[in-house]
């Protein structure tokens, strides 16, 4: 039993400190125009990453954006792609909506949405 609980415990704290970070390939940025987004621009980033540590996801971007998920993730599973979607906080303390999503295609982004804009990072493989 102490076996199994020590097991737990290792396991746990490794997914607390575990560390992913990727380039991103593409971002592209939405505003809100009346009722619908439109798209404002893409840009190809060359020096940009994107970090998910725990709960928090850090960009290196001008601002080094910076977002905290809360709660439950809340996930869908459709015939092209897989979402796990959070509430968060950006780094200046403003609500936003967070999703992950990979694409059957192999595509994975990070999605972030506030009430006026909407920001997509791209991922390499």
């Known amino acids: ?3 199994v609980l020590l ?3 290792l396991f746990t704290t490794s997914l ?7 380039k991103v390939s593409r971002v592209d940025i939405k505003v809100k125009e009346g009722a619908e987004f439109k ?16 709960k928090v996801i ?3 971007n001008k601002t080094n954006s910076r977002y905290t998920t809360y709660g439950n993730g809340q ?5 092209n792609y ?4 959070w509430s968060a906080l950006d780094e200046e303390g403003v609500r936003c909506r967070l999703s992950l999503i990979k694409y059957d295609n192999g595509v994975f982004v990070v999605f972030v949405a506030y009430s006026d804009v909407i920001v997509i990072y791209e991922l390499e493989d």
């Open 1 to 3: 039993m102490k076996r």
């Open 7 to 9: 097991l737990i415990c």
């Open 16 to 22: 607390v400190y575990s560390q992913s970070t990727s």
């Open 39 to 54: 798209h404002l621009r893409t840009t190809y980033p060359t020096d940009m990453d994107l970090t998910i540590k725990g």
């Open 58 to 60: 850090t960009v290196t």
């Open 75 to 79: 996930q869908r599973v459709t015939n």
């Open 82 to 85: 897989r979402e796990t979607e």
